[in-house]
């Protein structure tokens, strides 16, 4: 079966550390995968897009990279503040359906 | 903001009624999703629509329906309500049919 996953429920850090979330999917061919933030109670709001093409992509303090043959995503945010803490969400898109989020990781980080 | 805007931002109905939430995409986009979100199952895909028509289906209940208008803003309309529709009810918009999707603040659904 299809399915997305994100490596943990929870992850807590400290102030300055680098926050390193993971996304794995079996079961599809995505044409690109996308980062999205969610704050308790609100909408998701979109990080970062990465293409099947690509092996990186960085925004200010993110980092995105995409690796087919291990079928992975993964999300570094650098220098992490106290306001980067909330859910991360993994989304992908392959043709013939839509856009398919993964359960999310919670990030923590503590001051 | 996102420019995309839903309502009611909350609804308390009872079980077995029927409820229609509203989406108003923002200005220029030609794609509509929905998206349920409960505690334990995440953001769950219910149906896409791309300028009018319906462009993919997930794991949408036949008590669920949906439509897009012609002046793009969509309605999902829920009836038969159960205990376990209670949920957060998102709908994004995005420019084509693969793009970056933008988020509604949601409607919270309460079935008592």
């Known amino acids: 079966s299809q399915k997305i996953e994100q490596n943990s429920e929870a992850l807590n850090i400290q102030e300055g550390k680098t926050a390193t979330l993971t996304c794995n999917y079996t079961?599809?061919?995505?044409?690109?995968l996308q980062w999205y933030r969610q704050d308790p109670g609100r909408g998701p709001v979109f990080l970062l897009l990465?293409?099947?093409?690509?092996k990186e992509k960085r925004k200010e303090r993110l980092k995105v990279t995409f690796d087919t043959t291990l079928k992975q995503s993964l999300f570094h945010i650098t220098a992490s503040q106290p306001a980067d803490s909330a859910t991360y969400l993994c989304?992908?898109?392959?043709?013939?359906?839509?856009?398919?989020f993964g359960k999310g990781t919670t990030l923590s980080v503590s001051s | 903001d996102s420019g995309v805007t839903q309502t009611p931002k909350h609804l308390i109905t009872a079980t077995g009624q029927r409820v229609t939430l509203r989406c108003s995409p923002r200005?220029?986009?030609?794609?509509v999703y929905w998206y349920q979100q409960s505690l334990d199952q995440g953001l769950q895909f219910l149906i896409q629509?791309?300028?009018?028509?319906?462009?993919a289906k997930g794991n949408i209940l036949e008590r669920f329906s949906a439509q897009q208008f012609p002046d793009l803003h969509s309605e999902l309309n829920l009836s038969s309500l159960e205990l376990g529709d209670s949920a957060l009810y998102f709908c994004?918009?995005?420019?084509?049919?693969?793009?970056?999707?933008?988020f509604g603040q949601g409607t919270r659904l309460t079935v008592v």
């Open positions: 994004a918009s995005s420019v084509g049919v693969s793009s970056e999707a933008f």
């Open positions: 079961n599809y061919s995505p044409a690109y």
């Open positions: 990465i293409r099947e093409n690509e």
């Open positions: 989304a992908l898109y392959q043709a013939g359906t839509a856009l398919i």
């Open positions: 200005s220029g986009d030609l794609s």
């Open positions: 629509y791309y300028n009018g028509e319906e462009r």
